[in-house]
């Protein structure tokens, strides 16, 4: 395949900046360019859309976003050591790489970017997880981003797309599916990686619905389902006991057997409980 850009194979340049992986930062580093432009092409038509990349490393994931055509990308990283190697990214694509050296979980990362916004990155898993269920759940909806492309091992992956009654569905495929269309693009072996973590990833898109899929007041509907998956093998009637009194007749009133389990409960008949516990 040929080369995505003229710039030099990331193996030369971690070895010449020095970037050993570092497990305390979640290291696991994409060297293969062709794959990071089959990534970027998995947040869509780059054309037009600025894009935030969060923990860039030495840079593969970021060459292929400029490669593939992103307006503008920003990104975000915490290790000091990478960003020289960041800057000759800069420097060759004339003003469309944005350097911010910091903790994206510290950081108020959508002033740097204008809509379309598109968030892609490859990031250690904790801190995805972290990050996706803040960019679930913003003060106002829609959010400043209008998709998310993001790496999580696959176990994560599939608890963020299952549907109900499936093996994987919780909490974050509530959230995530309520208000986004969320699917895997992709699957990945441990050897895409360098090094090799012990698990497989997978790349899940979220595309952002402009309305949430069923109306429901955020704030209830996240502490009803926490709850509710909290005890998952409990029956309903048991697990959200605490909430209401009468909390079996709007389970019934909003479709749902008092016997039945969270892990049944489909995000529509979430919500319309969410809706019912609103009323006194
Ligand atoms: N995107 C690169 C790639 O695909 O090769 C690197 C991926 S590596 C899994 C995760 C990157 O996130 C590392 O470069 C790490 O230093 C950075 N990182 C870890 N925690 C971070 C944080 N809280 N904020 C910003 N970057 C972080």
Redesign the pocket.
């Known amino acids: 395949m040929s080369a995505i850009d003229d710039l030099p194979p990331l193996r030369e340049v971690i070895s010449r900046h020095g970037l050993s992986a570092?497990k305390s930062?979640?290291?696991?580093?994409?060297?293969d360019l062709n794959l990071?432009a089959k990534i970027a092409r998995c947040a869509g038509d780059l054309h037009g859309s600025d894009v935030l990349?969060?923990?860039?490393?030495?840079?593969?994931?970021?060459r292929g976003l400029l490669a593939e055509g992103a307006r503008k990308v920003v990104a975000?990283?915490?290790?000091r050591r990478?960003i020289p190697a960041l800057e000759e990214i800069a420097r060759a694509y004339e003003g469309r790489l944005e350097i911010l050296e910091?903790?994206?979980?510290e950081l108020d990362l959508s002033q740097h970017l204008n809509p379309p916004i598109r968030i892609v990155?490859?990031?250690?898993y904790n801190?995805g997880t972290e990050l996706l269920t803040r960019w679930l759940d913003p003060p106002e909806w829609p959010p400043f981003w209008t998709s998310l492309t993001l790496?999580f091992q696959l176990e994560v992956a599939q608890r963020i797309t299952a549907k109900a009654g499936e093996k994987h569905y919780g909490r974050l495929a509530v959230l995530a599916g309520w208000r986004t269309d969320a699917r895997i693009v992709m699957k990945l072996s441990p050897e895409a990686?360098t090094p090799a973590p012990k698990v497989r990833s997978a790349v899940v898109t979220l595309n952002c619905l402009p309305e949430p899929r069923y109306p429901a007041n955020p704030k209830i509907l996240r502490d009803l389902v926490a709850r509710a998956f909290n005890q998952r093998r409990k029956m309903l009637r048991a697990s959200l006991k605490g909430l209401r009194p009468d909390i079996e007749d709007r389970l019934v009133s909003a479709g749902i057997k008092p016997t039945d389990r969270a892990e049944t409960v489909d995000i529509e008949r979430f919500c319309a409980l969410a809706r019912s516990l609103e009323k006194p």
């Open positions: 570092r930062l979640g290291q696991n580093f994409l060297l990071t990349e969060v923990g860039p490393g030495p840079g593969g994931l970021t975000v990283e915490k290790d990478c910091g903790d994206a979980l990155s490859n990031l250690p801190v790496m990686f």
